[in-house]
């Protein structure tokens, strides 16, 4: 099997790949970062045992992150649009365990009843159906996602390219090759992914209304909107972390 292109480049990576295979394969496309900070006491007591809050400069941050899942499908198997092709928004914040940073998702909405199933059935994730639209014109992107009152809607525009390096807020809060879970029996799980260095730009942006933060203690926003075109990842199994 041909390598998948996301391989092709490791050495930025927090600690070695998995020895196993990846699992699944997927583009990530249209991203948009944008982050609030947070009441880091009120946070760290939302989270499962044995996940700890991943601060910057002492805060916590919380991120809602709308973007477009193109190509998901199992290693080997092929990829119908109609299935494999869908829209995404989550709502997340920055987690680290035994030196292994990672996100930690407090919901996950997309409009495919598939992807809902095998997600929560096979990493353990709050995956929602939810009712998503989005659109390109001219480089400008809107995006609008409605699961009964949990509403985003919002236009955001990519600008110059950055060099998110070294301990910066951009490379801190998007470069993590990891991601947390707990299973219904109460189990803690960290599923890795990989990809290559994230392509970022800033990024302008208007939101008509957002209510995925509602019943959080949030801070300011976050000045940094971060943006990136594509990228490809491979996924891997869930592995018990507890």
Known sequence: MKQHPSLECTEH???????????WRQQWQNLVFIHWSIDKDWLQKQLPSGLEL???????????????????TLRGCPAPRFLCDFPEINLRTYVTRNGKKG?????????????VWAARTFFHLPYYNARIKT??????????????EVEFDGTYIPEKFIDATGNSF????????????VSSQGRLFR??????????????????KNTFLNDMPIGDMHP??????????????LVRDD
């Open 13 to 23: 990576r927090p600690w070695p790949l998995p020895e196993k295979n990846w699992r």
């Open 54 to 72: 991943d601060l910057y400069d002492g805060r916590a941050w919380v991120g809602v992150v709308p973007f477009s899942m193109k190509g998901v």
């Open 103 to 115: 996100v930690w998702f407090f919901s996950l909405d997309v409009p495919n009843a598939l992807a």
């Open 135 to 148: 659109t390109e014109h001219e480089h400008q992107i809107n995006y609008h996602s409605v699961r009964n």
């Open 170 to 181: 951009e490379s801190w809060s998007t470069e993590r090759y990891c991601l947390y879970s």
């Open 191 to 208: 599923g890795d992914i990989h990809h290559k260095r994230w392509p970022l730009q800033s990024a302008s942006i208007e939101i008509r």
């Open 224 to 237: 940094s909107v971060l943006f990136s075109r594509s990228i490809d990842v491979v996924v891997y199994d």
